[in-house]
């Protein structure tokens, strides 16, 4: 059994894998890393989960000033390695961003499992904090991307940013036609940004070639999935999928 370990804006997601399958994860907020070591305690043992099973344990992160504490907190528990990607071990594909070091490694995990999994060209959207769109082109190469903010980050700038806009949770509309204001909002998220992304897959289809397939990953990739028309593959736990197969790889080589 291995541990991954996705650090994002807003959640910290964990999953364990055996035998590649991923067969149990869950969620904490960033904001309570703090209690990160207690609460996998807890949910290790409410699950029967055999902390002697776990071989190792890996780190994807976008917040670098809790990496230390993620990290130690897993060698406590386990007893056993724990990699952080980017400085541990490397993503194996080649970036030609003008400056590679930019880039989230979360992003080039994304990108690599999409290519492996789905093969190239491959299209990776990933909702969560914001929106990334990561290319991989028919040379297998990582090309760059499309970053914009994610939906539950709009409705925050809408309620924070207007002085008649209420703070509302991100929830299915009744009607594309909101006949209320919390309706037009929530309408908005729903059918504005999945016609954002049928769009954009749209018009980045037409550079990579149509053979080019469009994966959506991510937090509220479930939400969005009733609402797109051009997405081949929906997958929400790629990035820990993508940390699974890195680490046995890893794992393989010793």
Known sequence: MILACDIGNTNIAFGFFEMNALVLKAKLQTTGYGKFKSYLENMLKSNNAGLSKIQASIICSVVPRINKKIKE???DITGRPVYLVGKDLAVPIKNLYAMPGQVG??????????????GAPVICVDLGTAITFDIVSKNREYLGGIILP???LSLSALHQNTALLSEIKLAHPKTM???????????GMAFGF??????LADKLKKGLGSETKIVVCGGDSLFI??????????APDLILKGLAELLNEKLRER
Do not use: E, P, W
Request: charged residues 25%; positive net charge; contains cysteine.
């Open 73 to 75: 907190a897993l060698s």
């Open 105 to 118: 490694q979360d992003r080039l995990v994304c990108a690599y499992i999409a290519l492996r999994i789905y």
């Open 150 to 152: 994610g939906l539950n």
């Open 177 to 187: 036609i909101g006949t209320d204001t919390r309706q037009s909002m929530l309408s």
């Open 194 to 199: 999945s016609s954002l992304i049928d769009g």
């Open 225 to 234: 999935k009733r609402y797109c028309r051009k997405i081949d593959y929906f």
